[in-house]
């Protein structure tokens, strides 16, 4: 791509000054950020070529600064932004590298800086790329072949590369895993491409993710594939499909004279069940099937109707289940409670779907 002569970067656009204040209209000075946003204002409207010595002299005189000491940071940020412009499509003019050497001279960077300020911009350029090549979850063999070039005409080492490479790749597997384990389940389709993402970028599932793949398939099994009965000991009806069995599951009822006293909860901070503020009812294994929610305990036995149920909330290794008529009730069990709620969720929505 041909450049004009005389070029000035789009990178910079004006910048308001600071108005003084009166006591500064007084004394006659002014607001010393204006210094930087003056050199700002020339290089947003001037050739780079025709901006001097002499222009950075007259702002460390006019505000009593050393522009180049003293505002270092914003002098290396002029220059990469320049560099970096420069670099970006990898197709310098002559009158580009006039322009970097011509800055590297006003602004008084050595060779050491301005060699590790292009490392540091080439870094950056070659990881929006290889951030681009795997945009698909995949790096073809002309992305890499590209890539490489690119690599080379940024003058970057081989092993600057691999590492670049690397973290792009890591980093892109795990913002997919990160959506999956925030909603909580994985499709066939997210799991097929995660495995085809991992292989093809040659990096592995995070851990995070892997160790709780099944239970996430289990999530989405129960929510859309057809339920399955299984074989149960306890007594139901013939009628009746049994879908999940828990057992050693505590079954709990808000005390009617704790709901009065100020402060009282059955909750704590990370939502588990406080025990001692509740009534303790009986011990046993909890049966969902497709017409009941049942509980088999030691003492005694219970059961509700699908459609006597209004709503179930989950809780830290309990749910609570609420009745159209009568107290809701809390089932305590320390597995398979997450598994109670999907599963009556989706049962109880089909029941008041059929009406």
């Not at 505000?63 to 310098?92: G, P, R």
């Not at 590298?97 to 590297?104: E, G, R």
């Not at 800086?113 to 290889?130: A, D, H, N, Q, W």
């Not at 384990?181 to 499709?187: H, V, W």
Request: hydrophobic share 35%; with cysteine.
């Amino acid at each position: 791509m041909q450049k004009e002569e005389n070029m000035m970067y789009p990178v910079f656009k004006e910048i308001e000054l600071i108005p003084r204040s009166f006591f500064q209209k007084l004394i006659r000075q002014y607001p010393e950020d204006n210094c930087i946003y003056e050199l700002n204002n020339l290089f947003a409207t001037s050739n780079v070529s025709c901006i001097n010595e002499q222009d950075i002299d007259s702002l460390c005189k006019k505000y009593k600064v050393n522009v180049l000491k003293d505002y270092c940071l914003n002098i290396q940020e002029f220059y990469t932004s320049i560099l970096y412009y420069s670099l970006i499509e990898l197709e310098q003019n002559e009158n580009q590298n006039a322009d970097l050497v011509h800055l590297k001279e006003i602004f008084k960077i050595d060779s050491e800086t301005s060699r590790m300020l292009t490392e540091k911009v080439g870094v950056i350029i070659l990881r929006e790329f290889y951030e681009k090549a795997v945009s698909y979850g995949r790096i073809s063999s002309e992305e890499r072949e590209f890539l490489l070039k690119k690599r080379i005409l940024l003058q970057l080492s081989s092993e600057i590369e691999e590492s670049i490479s690397l973290e792009v790749r890591k980093q892109y597997i795990e913002n997919y895993s990160t959506k999956i384990l925030e909603s909580n389940r994985i499709t066939p389709f997210e799991e097929d491409r995660l495995n085809s993402i991992a292989r093809n970028l040659g990096v592995n599932i995070p851990q995070k993710l892997e160790v709780r793949i099944p239970i996430l398939k289990g999530y989405w099994s129960l929510e859309n594939l057809e339920l399955e009965g299984i074989q149960t000991k306890l007594k139901i009806q013939k009628s009746e499909k049994c879908y999940l069995e828990v057992s050693n599951v505590l079954w709990l009822e808000e005390r009617e004279q704790l709901k009065r006293v100020y402060g009282y909860a059955k909750l704590d901070q990370t939502d588990q069940v406080i025990e001692s503020n509740l009534k303790f009812m009986d011990r046993g294994s909890l049966v969902v099937t497709n017409k009941r929610l049942l509980f088999f305990g030691l003492e005694k036995t219970s059961s509700i109707k699908l459609g006597d149920i209004y709503d179930i909330r989950e809780y830290n290794k309990a749910v609570e289940v609420d009745k159209i008529i009568g107290r809701s009730r809390l089932f305590v069990a320390p597995k398979g409670t997450d598994l109670i709620n999907i599963l009556m969720k989706r049962l109880i929505n089909e029941v008041h779907t059929r009406g």
